[in-house]
């Protein structure tokens, strides 16, 4: 490690997500407002009470990644092997003898591969123990992906997986921004992957009162009728490097990550801080250690679950942390088109920032009807619009108190 701080910037982004299983899909469906709530396929609905559900659809996973890597691969690192792809091949980074030991791996997930958790529980059950696949574990631990990308790409740098509920892919790039920031690496593959489309997950939150059980037009983000978040699936992947690094090798550099903050409620193991002082302190953090001014920012992608109690607070929180300047700028939830991703999230919605700042273009917060007295900021409601961005502000929450925040601004 050196005392020298290296700016970090983006040359590689890949998405799939409910709108589309590349980049290009998912932002012109982003733009248009489109929707990825649909029916149940991956599971019977049954007794479920969440009426959509924002599956990634058409998957093949065999035709995306190979044969052999799926087999080997639960969901969740069927999704992060292809967003790391085509992230990958739009950074032009190749991995070499000479540079392995540099370049690392950090995602976010927030349980790993629980969908072969639950399915080898039932091939136990009903078969007995000599039926489990000899795969089991490495397609459930939640650090299986990371590792695997570690060996597709031969990257021998620091390679970890960072869980922290839905704040997980906003702090996979926080740490990732920081370990090149201090010198500790070139560059890094990040981001976050989510498949949690299980009966027991899905009723876990239907039990904790979370989801929305309407059949159309759901979720609400800061809605006065919002009536909970419909879960989603996807990845974010990002290829992080060093300004110099990235220079020196003719990179397109894309935006630059600009700050970060953390911070931990102590409050409540899934209900955010009175007022959401947790989270408007992150914002504050993540201002300061990108040396900027809450009037320096443009744009913020909410974490906007759609749930009664974080839209209002989360509403609160920005407008302790930005003061008058929060009723002059733009937010959007763009849940409200992919679902919640949950450890995903944040790092989906900061590739959507980097588009946002690229395009000069800002995604809107569909299913918008009912203004919320509690909610009053400019939401972009239903239609995407041309706004200038210089500076973007992402949020992601989640439960245990987590707050992260991430500051994307334009590469000057």
Same mark, same amino acid.
């Given at each position: 490690?050196?005392?020298?701080?290296?700016?970090?910037? !983006?040359?590689?982004?890949?998405?799939?997500?409910?709108?589309?299983?590349?980049?290009?899909?998912?932002?012109?469906?982003?733009?248009?407002?489109?929707?990825?709530?649909?029916?149940?396929?991956?599971?019977?609905?049954?007794?479920?009470?969440?009426?959509?559900?924002?599956?990634?659809?058409?998957?093949?996973?065999?035709?995306?990644?190979?044969?052999?890597?799926?087999?080997?691969?639960?969901?969740?690192?069927?999704?992060?092997?292809?967003?790391?792809?085509?992230?990958?091949?739009?950074?032009?980074?190749?991995?070499?003898?000479?540079?392995?030991?540099?370049?690392?791996?950090?995602?976010?997930?927030?349980?790993?591969? !629980?969908?072969?958790?639950?399915? =080898?529980?039932?091939?136990?059950?009903?078969?007995?123990?000599?039926?489990?696949?000899?795969?089991?574990?490495?397609?459930?631990?939640?650090?299986?992906?990371?590792?695997?990308?570690?060996?597709?790409?031969?990257?021998?740098?620091?390679?970890?997986?960072?869980?922290?509920?839905?704040?997980?892919?906003?702090?996979?790039?926080?740490?990732?921004?920081?370990?090149?920031?201090?010198?500790?690496?070139?560059?890094?593959?990040?981001? &976050?992957?989510?498949?949690?489309?299980?009966? !027991?997950?899905?009723g876990g939150f239907e039990s904790a009162r979370a989801t929305s059980s309407k059949l159309e037009k759901t979720p609400q983000p800061f809605d006065k009728n919002r009536d909970g978040l419909v879960v989603g699936e996807g990845a974010g992947i990002l290829v992080l490097e060093s300004m110099e690094h990235a220079q020196e090798r003719g990179a397109t550099i894309l935006a630059e990550v600009a700050g970060y903050g953390q911070t931990a409620d102590a409050h409540h193991i899934t209900a955010p801080s009175t007022?959401?002082?947790?989270?408007?302190?992150?914002?504050?953090?993540?201002?300061?250690?990108?040396?900027? =001014?809450?009037?320096?920012?443009?744009?913020?992608?909410?974490?906007?679950?759609?749930?009664?109690?974080?839209?209002?607070?989360?509403?609160?929180?920005?407008?302790?942390?930005?003061?008058?300047?929060?009723?002059?700028?733009?937010?959007?939830?763009?849940?409200?088109?992919? &679902?919640?991703?949950?450890?995903?999230?944040?790092? !989906?919605?900061?590739?959507?920032?980097?588009?946002?700042?690229?395009?000069?273009?800002?995604?809107?917060?569909?299913?918008?009807?009912?203004?919320?007295?509690?909610?009053?900021?400019?939401?972009?409601?239903?239609?995407?619009?041309?706004?200038?961005?210089?500076?973007?502000?992402?949020?992601?929450?989640?439960?245990?108190?987590?707050?992260?925040?991430?500051?994307?601004?334009?590469?000057?």
């Amino acid at each position: 490690m050196n005392n020298k701080k290296h700016r970090v910037v !983006i040359t590689g982004v890949g998405l799939i997500t409910p709108l589309g299983h590349t980049v290009p899909e998912t932002w012109e469906a982003i733009l248009a407002g489109k929707s990825g709530a649909g029916e149940w396929t991956l599971l019977e609905k049954g007794e479920h009470r969440m009426g959509l559900i924002c599956e990634v659809k058409e998957f093949d996973a065999g035709k995306r990644i190979g044969r052999k890597r799926a087999r080997r691969r639960d969901r969740v690192q069927q999704f992060a092997t292809a967003a790391a792809e085509e992230a990958m091949e739009q950074s032009g980074l190749i991995v070499t003898d000479e540079n392995r030991d540099n370049i690392g791996i950090i995602l976010g997930t927030g349980v790993g591969g !629980i969908r072969t958790m639950v399915s =080898q529980e039932e091939a136990r059950r009903k078969k007995g123990l000599r039926r489990l696949s000899p795969f089991a574990i490495t397609m459930i631990m939640p650090n299986g992906a990371s590792g695997m990308l570690a060996i597709d790409y031969g990257m021998q740098g620091p390679n970890m997986t960072i869980t922290t509920a839905c704040a997980s892919g906003n702090d996979a790039i926080g740490h990732a921004f920081r370990a090149i920031r201090h010198g500790e690496m070139e560059a890094v593959l990040t981001g &976050g992957s989510e498949s949690i489309i299980t009966h !027991i997950a899905i009723g876990g939150f239907e039990s904790a009162r979370a989801t929305s059980s309407k059949l159309e037009k759901t979720p609400q983000p800061f809605d006065k009728n919002r009536d909970g978040l419909v879960v989603g699936e996807g990845a974010g992947i990002l290829v992080l490097e060093s300004m110099e690094h990235a220079q020196e090798r003719g990179a397109t550099i894309l935006a630059e990550v600009a700050g970060y903050g953390q911070t931990a409620d102590a409050h409540h193991i899934t209900a955010p801080s009175t007022g959401g002082l947790g989270s408007a302190k992150a914002m504050r953090k993540a201002l300061a250690d990108a040396d900027l =001014q809450p009037e320096d920012v443009d744009y913020i992608s909410a974490h906007g679950t759609a749930t009664p109690m974080n839209d209002g607070t989360e509403t609160a929180a920005i407008k302790t942390a930005l003061g008058d300047h929060a009723y002059t700028i733009p937010v959007s939830s763009t849940k409200s088109m992919t &679902g919640h991703i949950m450890a995903a999230t944040g790092a !989906i919605e900061a590739v959507f920032c980097t588009l946002v700042i690229r395009d000069q273009m800002v995604p809107p917060t569909i299913n918008y009807e009912t203004p919320d007295p509690e909610c009053d900021l400019d939401y972009v409601p239903n239609h995407s619009r041309p706004h200038p961005v210089r500076v973007c502000m992402n949020n992601a929450f989640g439960f245990g108190g987590h707050n992260s925040v991430l500051i994307i601004k334009k590469f000057e």
